[in-house]
């Protein structure tokens, strides 16, 4: 059965630029399903990491993403039976997961993953790739994007609400060096898709970011 007539929204976007929260409330908004990226690159460096696979053995990493046991249920992610949806979002399985996303055989390993979640009635996909490489023919993209101190605060409230520890100086430093690991690597790397549009967040409360997302899909399917 072709997908190709399935609406997508792709919202793609450095680390902390909300991108998470307005995806989520924008698919919940129009029922549609929703994609995180990144909890699958998140889920493979998780697994990685408590299997002790070297974060260079590329063909190893593959084969982790390959066969994934992941299932998402509402907000939760579980491995295998194991509810990680907290553990997956620690700084150290974050730092580790934009380490392996550089590696082509993994992003590839996820590629089929990935495209299987569009399914009607719509998807809506958070990621860095979605709209350049997973879905270039999505019927909106947008590029979130916020200041870096911005971020980090954002970071810092969501890691102390669920109850880790953190720090605004270590935080930034993470977040630069991130940044210029997902921008500078040569596979999939993190830029606003063409056609792409931009929507600064550092001073947007989610609720109006969610609402211009909105707007511009109505826009879109009114045309
Ligand atoms: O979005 P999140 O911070 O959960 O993603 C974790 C890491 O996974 C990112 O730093 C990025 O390197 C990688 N990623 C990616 N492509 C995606 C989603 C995430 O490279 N589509």
Redesign the pocket.
Known sequence: MPTSHIPVITI?GP??SG??TVAHCVAYRLGFHYL???????LTSLSALRKGVDLSDEHALSKLAGALPCTFEGERVFLGHDDVSVAIRAEEV?NA??KI??LTAV?QALYGLQLHFRKAPGLVA?????GTV?FPHATLKVFLTASVEARAQRRYKQLIDKGFSANMTDLLKDLNE?DE??ANRTV?P?RPAEGAVILDTSTMAADEAVGRVLEMYAAIKAA
């Not at 958070?126 to 979605?130: E, K, L, N, S, T």
């Open positions: 793609d680390t902390a991108k998470g995180d990226s990144g909890a699958l690159y998140r974050g997961a934009s996303a550089g992003r958070d990621g860095r790739d979605m997973i991130r690991r997902d999939a993190l």
